[in-house]
Every structure is written in structure tokens, then in C-alpha cells.
């Protein structure tokens, strides 16, 4: 079965750089949410997306702009990038099919900032 | 203020029952009990979830009491493939956005 893909795997930045993930969710979902991971620290809320607009907003920076494009993939961009931004960051995605309730998270993409 | 208090940590033996408690003694009632699983580095994963009855797939049991105070994850035979850190969390399911609030967990190393 499809899950979640996210590129890139492995991320390398300067300070100050800007990078961007992107988010593939399960065909036919329609909800993204974007977690940023310390290390050594639980997964945290960033945002998330239904239908293409954002649905809710957790602990993202400002720096940190998502959008969720017309085929419902979304990308995380992230400017001004900071030492405290090298965090495993995870993109999750559910459907309105799943009466459970349940995210599928994909295996995260990895930013170190250097 | 967290809606799910775990224990930090907890061993258990190559092959015995794995039984990982959680109390969220503030549910409300059209909460329901989830419990996801983070693999060293991986993406969580769903393992299990209920209202009120306890539920059984796969992967795992789902004991809640009756007064919906607490519950018990159950891993009936557990493999050193189960080392993770396993999280509760109470949430009302949607069929359309619904975030996962993810609390401590319960580091969970299995013993050979």
C-alpha cells in the first residue's frame, strides 16, 4: 500500500539558508500536518492543512511558511535557517475515508543546519 | 496541561506480555484512547484505539477501565522489534482534521 513520501531524506543547510521539504500523503487524503522532532525530544505540532487551506497552526515559527498544493501535497519552507532548526521533521496525512481517525506519518526528512 | 500521564520508561522480557499503562483520569466523553508507537528515529505509527470496550487487532490489546480513567496497552509477545517509545493520547476522531498532540510516551526497551 502508498504512504506518506517525503523528500529529501537528508537535508544539509548553512545558517541563514533556506530550505524545503515536500509532503506526498496516502491518494485520496486530504489533510497534511507537518511535526518537527529535537533531538531527544517528542514529536511537536507545527501545522496542518484540509482541502488546501490551513486548518490549524501549532508551535511554527515564523521563519516556517506550508502550503498544500491542488494535488494535496504539501511543502515546508523554511527561511533564515538557525542551528536550533536541525530537527527530524515529519509529515503526516488522514482522510475523510478513515472514521478512525488515524495519521499515517512518513519516515521524516532529516535537517542538519551547520 | 497534558491530558495523559505515562511512565517514563519500563522493561520488559524477550517474549512476556508488554502491559504499558496510561492515566487520563481528566477524558471527557467523546474522547477516545490512542496509542502510537515511535521506532528509534521513524515515523509513528497507529497501533491501536477505543471508546470504552477494549479492542484487540493485530499489533496490540486495549484495556480501559470502566470509569474510562485510565487504560492499558497490551503487547502479548513482545520482540526486541518492539523497543520504542510508546505514546497515549486522548483525542476526539474526525473525518477531517484532527492533529495528535504527542505527550512524554513511555520508552518502552524490550529485553533479550
Known amino acids: 500500500a502508498a504512504g506518506v513520501i517525503q523528500s529529501p531524506r537528508h537535508l544539509i543547510k548553512e545558517k541563514r539558508e533556506t530550505a524545503t521539504l515536500k509532503c506526498y500523503p496516502i491518494?485520496?487524503?486530504?489533510?497534511v500536518y507537518w511535526y518537527q522532532q529535537g533531538p531527544g525530544q517528542d514529536p511537536q505540532f507545527l501545522i496542518s492543512?484540509?482541502?488546501?487551506?490551513?486548518?490549524d497552526k501549532g508551535s511554527i515559527p515564523d521563519r516556517f511558511s506550508a502550503q498544500q498544493f491542488s494535488d494535496y501535497h504539501s511543502e515546508l519552507n523554511m527561511s533564515s535557517l538557525e542551528l536550533g532548526d536541525s530537527a527530524l521533521y515529519f509529515c503526516?496525512?488522514?482522510?475523510?475515508?478513515?472514521?478512525?481517525?488515524?495519521?499515517?506519518f512518513g519516515e521524516g526528512s532529516r535537517l542538519t543546519v551547520l | 496541561d497534558a491530558k495523559t500521564t505515562q511512565p517514563p520508561s519500563m522493561d520488559c522480557a524477550e517474549g512476556r506480555a508488554a502491559n504499558l499503562p496510561c492515566n487520563h483520569s481528566?477524558?471527557?466523553?467523546?474522547?477516545?484512547v490512542y496509542w502510537y508507537r515511535q521506532i528509534h528515529s521513524q515515523g509513528p505509527q497507529y497501533i491501536i484505539h477505543?471508546?470504552?470496550n477494549n479492542e484487540t487487532n493485530e499489533m496490540a490489546s486495549l484495556i480501559i477501565t470502566e470509569d474510562r480513567k485510565s487504560s492499558t496497552l497490551i503487547l502479548p509477545h513482545a520482540t526486541l522489534r518492539d523497543t520504542a517509545v510508546y505514546y497515549c493520547?486522548?483525542?476526539?476522531?474526525?473525518?477531517?482534521?484532527?492533529?495528535?498532540?504527542f505527550g512524554k510516551g513511555t520508552r518502552l526497551h524490550i529485553l533479550p
Open positions: 503526516a496525512s488522514s482522510g475523510r475515508d478513515r472514521a478512525t481517525g488515524e495519521l499515517f
Open positions: 491518494p485520496r487524503h486530504d489533510t
Open positions: 492543512f484540509y482541502e488546501k487551506m490551513q486548518s
Open positions: 481528566t477524558i471527557s466523553g467523546n474522547e477516545y
Open positions: 477505543g471508546l470504552k
Open positions: 493520547i486522548v483525542r476526539v476522531p474526525s473525518n477531517r482534521d484532527d492533529k495528535i498532540i
